[in-house]
């Protein structure tokens, strides 16, 4: 081999990942993003938890400070100046960009290490004239529509059937290809907002919020056709919007399931869709009802047979109506678990004992595994 030959030879030359720089902004944006979640969109309280890692760790310089940091904030959208600032505060809030940005940073969070899913919307398992195609075919068949005749396929059967020396093409030539339904979710996410959710030193609520903003994001950009509605319960029930999520605390709640059973299958009365489901995140055992009158009954002493035998009938209920119930149980207390699977049989759904690392993909991996199959 002569030289130049040599020389033009082309390859590929490995060498250790080096992953790109960022810049002093971008990291400290990853981190006003997850303590911004942590304290429920409050800007100042963030800005001084970051303040505090800072002298710590020194994560800024001399060149590009904190202040330096806010300013970028406001340039690029990510915070504005109220027009009528509170007293006790700066007057900055997060913008609607912050709000979208924190749901995609909880879906790289929680979703990011999970294998993709196929584009689209689920299929079923019956075939027709749906909209996704499956690869085989049939025969032609009175009805079917033009355009599900495969052209090259049903050619190709013609000049098999009819030989080369004159084209002819007639019915008994034609192939259509098979299509699967599409089908739709519907789908209400609830989360406990009782006062349990941060007893014990234990802050349960932030995951279940970034559990939720995940979820909203993923359906919203991966999964078009499909609705989500979420909900919090405390002593009652009241939706919440997606752009509400950062921003949920938890309050001095009882926990009143039943509320929560009820606003979620009013919701869901009202899609169109065939395919109905409940998520329900929750940590206590149901301790308040509302009765007719109006009028709250509580009992946070252990498990009390009334308010527990209304939940039940709420699962028998929901059953009826084909919507199959997950709950997402962050205890594991021994008389709680045999609650959760006794609503769970009464409704023939689902129930995890969770943590709270896992929480977020035992729910996508449920919400993807129930959009495989046709909830009847």
Excluded at 245 to 255: A, I, K, N
Aim: charged letters at 30%; hydrophobic letters at 35%.
């Amino acid at each position: 081999m002569n030289r130049n030959a040599k020389n033009n030879r082309k390859g590929f030359v490995f060498k250790q990942y080096e992953a790109p720089e960022e810049s002093i902004f971008e990291k400290l944006l990853g981190i006003f993003k997850e303590l911004i979640t942590h304290t429920s969109g409050d800007f100042d309280e963030a800005i001084e938890w970051l303040k505090q890692l800072d002298d710590e760790y020194q994560l800024t310089t001399p060149e590009y400070t904190l202040d330096d940091f806010i300013e970028d904030l406001k340039k690029k959208g990510y915070i504005k100046e109220e027009a009528e600032p509170d007293e006790n505060g700066s007057g900055i809030s997060i913008t609607a960009k912050t709000e979208q940005a924190i749901r995609k940073h909880a879906l790289n969070q929680i979703f990011g290490k999970l294998k993709k899913g196929a584009k689209g919307n689920h299929s079923t398992s019956r075939t027709g004239s749906g909209d996704e195609q499956v690869g085989e075919f049939r025969n032609y068949q009175y009805g079917d529509s033009v355009e599900q005749i495969s052209m090259t396929e049903s050619l190709k059967n013609a000049q098999i059937n009819h030989g080369m020396d004159s084209f002819t093409l007639d019915e008994s030539d034609l192939v259509v290809e098979e299509t699967q339904f599409k089908a739709q979710m519907s789908t209400v996410l609830m989360i406990d907002i009782s006062h349990s959710m941060i007893l014990y030193g234990e802050d349960r609520i932030t995951p279940a919020k970034k559990v939720a903003m995940a979820l909203a994001e993923l359906i919203t950009t991966r999964y078009p056709k499909d609705t989500l509605d979420i909900l919090v319960f405390g002593n009652d029930a009241w939706p919440v919007s997606i752009k509400e999520l950062p921003f949920l605390q938890v309050g001095p709640y009882h926990t009143n399931t039943v509320a929560g059973l009820n606003l979620a299958m009013d919701m869901l009365r009202r899609k169109r869709n065939t395919n109905k489901q409940i998520f329900m995140i929750t940590d206590g055992k149901p301790s308040c009802i509302r009765e007719r009158n109006g009028e709250y009954y509580k009992n946070s002493m252990g498990l009390d047979e009334y308010i527990v035998g209304q939940c039940y009938n709420k699962a028998r209920q929901a059953r009826r109506l084909h919507i199959p119930i997950t709950t997402f149980m962050i205890a594991e207390d021994p008389y709680l678990m045999k609650f959760v699977r006794e609503f769970t049989y009464a409704n023939q759904g689902k129930a995890f004992y969770t943590g709270l690392s896992d929480l977020g993909e035992m729910i996508f991996e449920d919400y993807e595994k129930n959009r495989k199959k046709r909830i009847r």
